[in-house]
T-cell receptor, first 111, second 113 residues
C-alpha cells in the first residue's frame, strides 16, 4: 500500500463550479501536510499548507481529518487556470527524509 | 533573479554510462533535494542535504551519488545509468524549517537507452 494515495482523476469541472477531492495517508504519526500544484510537464509549486483546524486561501480550502487520516482540497468558483495536477504531500516525524508525495489528482476545468 | 536552475534540461544516454545532473540555487537556501517523478509514483525523494557537506538518503537512493561542496550547488550523479533510471528529475531547495516551502527547479528529463 502506498503511503499517500490520491484519486488520479481527471476531475472534469465546469468553469465556476466547485470541486473537491481527498488524499489518504497511512502513517498516523504524520506531522505536516501540504498541497502542491503541478502544471503539465512543469515543476511543482506550493499551493497551501494544511493546518489542523482547516484553512482557506482565497477560493481554496484545505481540511485535515486525523482520525480518518485524510486531507482534502476544495476549489470554489473554478477558473480555467485551475486546470492542473494537485499533489498531496505528507511529512512524518518532522524529517525531510520522511516527506511523501502522492501521485496527484488531475483537475480539468472546462468552459 | 535566477532562483533554482537545473542542467541539462534534457539528456539521452546509454546504459552503463555515468551521468551528472546539475542543480544551482541563488537563494543561499540551506536545504536542497533531489526527486524523481515517474508515472503512477509521484515524486520520490532520492537524496537531500541540510548544508554543505551534509547529505542523507531519501526513499530511493540506490544507483545515485550526491555531493554538496558549496551551498548553492547540489549535483546528482548516476554512476552507471540503467533504463529504470529513465525519469524526470527535480531539484528543490528550502530555507530550512520543516514548514518552509520547497522551491523546485524546472526539471531534467533523462532517457536511458
Amino acid at each position: 500500500r502506498k503511503e499517500v494515495e490520491q484519486d488520479p482523476g481527471p476531475f472534469n469541472v465546469p468553469e465556476g463550479a466547485t470541486v473537491a477531492f481527498n488524499c489518504t495517508y497511512s502513517n498516523s504519526a504524520s506531522q505536516s501536510f501540504f498541497w502542491y500544484r503541478q502544471d503539465c510537464r512543469k515543476e511543482p509549486k506550493l499551493l497551501m499548507s494544511v493546518y489542523s483546524s482547516g484553512n482557506e486561501d482565497g477560493r481554496f480550502t484545505a481540511q485535515l481529518n486525523r482520525a480518518s487520516q485524510y486531507i482534502s482540497l476544495l476549489i470554489r468558483d473554478s477558473k480555467l487556470s485551475d486546470s492542473a495536477t494537485y499533489l498531496c504531500v505528507v511529512m512524518g516525524s518532522y524529517s525531510w527524509g520522511k516527506l511523501q508525495f502522492g501521485a496527484g489528482t488531475q483537475v480539468v476545468v472546462t468552459p | 533573479d535566477a532562483g533554482i536552475t537545473q542542467s541539462p534540461r534534457y539528456k539521452i544516454t546509454e546504459t552503463g554510462r555515468q551521468v551528472t545532473l546539475m542543480c544551482h540555487q541563488t537563494w543561499s537556501h540551506s536545504y536542497m533535494f533531489w526527486y524523481r517523478q515517474d508515472l503512477g509514483h509521484g515524486l520520490r525523494l532520492i537524496y537531500y542535504s541540510a548544508a554543505a557537506d551534509i547529505t542523507d538518503k531519501g526513499e530511493v537512493p540506490d544507483g545515485y551519488v550526491v555531493s554538496r561542496s558549496k551551498t548553492e550547488n547540489f549535483p546528482l550523479t548516476l554512476e552507471s545509468a540503467t533504463r529504470s533510471q529513465t525519469s524526470v528529475y527535480f531539484c528543490a531547495s528550502s530555507s530550512g524549517t520543516i514548514q518552509e516551502t520547497q522551491y523546485f527547479g524546472p526539471g531534467t528529463r533523462l532517457l536511458v537507452l
